[in-house]
């Protein structure tokens, strides 16, 4: 009789947490099983000192690879910038030497477009592209804007009821509508 009282009392709260017992005990026992299974994978490595030699000795030489590669990828992009800095100078001089004799030099000069090329093999690249003075492949001849007179002034809100036409909406008064 005890027994059936505390079961209508309590009887779906025991179901409950049975169930939540059950689903946890789950949980933890996967885990459980993993860790050991890690710690029993790890144990023969850690026994046998020439596998793990081994593993260093592989691990430096990828790294010792990786290395050099990444140093030779630094000094192409300093030879680069040697060229660069080459051609800025010749440029300069060429400049120069234009000026002394009376022409003109900032139309026979171009400077070198740079930028950043992302090549799969060797990462990112600096490339100098330079433009070709002759005539333009394209026929887009760029129109200028027309002096008008902005539709708006440049501090136009439309939330702020500022700066509008004629008509602005303001909010009713607060309090009773009725007058005092």
């Keep these: 009789m005890f027994v059936g009282s505390l079961l209508a009392t309590y009887g779906w709260y025991i179901v409950f947490s049975c169930i939540l017992l ?26 046998e000192p020439d596998i793990v030699v081994k593993r260093q000795e592989a691990l430096a030489a990828a790294r010792l690879k990786m290395q050099d590669e990444l140093n030779a990828q630094v000094e192409k992009h300093k030879e680069k910038l040697r060229q660069l800095e080459e051609e800025k100078r010749r440029q300069k001089i060429e400049m120069w030497d234009s000026m002394q004799e009376g022409k003109s030099y900032k139309g026979n000069t171009r400077k070198p477009q740079l930028r950043w090329v992302f090549v799969a093999a060797r990462g990112l690249s600096l490339v100098a592209e330079e433009d070709s003075p002759g005539p333009s492949t ?10 008008r007179k902005p539709l708006r002034r440049g501090g136009y809100n439309p939330l702020s009821g500022e700066g509008g036409g004629a008509c602005s909406w303001r909010p009713g008064r607060r309090g009773p509508s009725s007058g005092g």
């Excluded at 059950?22 to 023969?44: C, E, G, I, M, N």
């Design 22 to 47: 059950y689903v946890v005990f789950q949980k933890l026992s996967t885990r459980l099983r993993a860790l050991r299974q890690r710690q029993l994978d790890r144990a023969p490595a850690a026994l």
């Design 138 to 147: 394209s026929s887009v001849i760029p129109k200028r804007k027309s002096d």
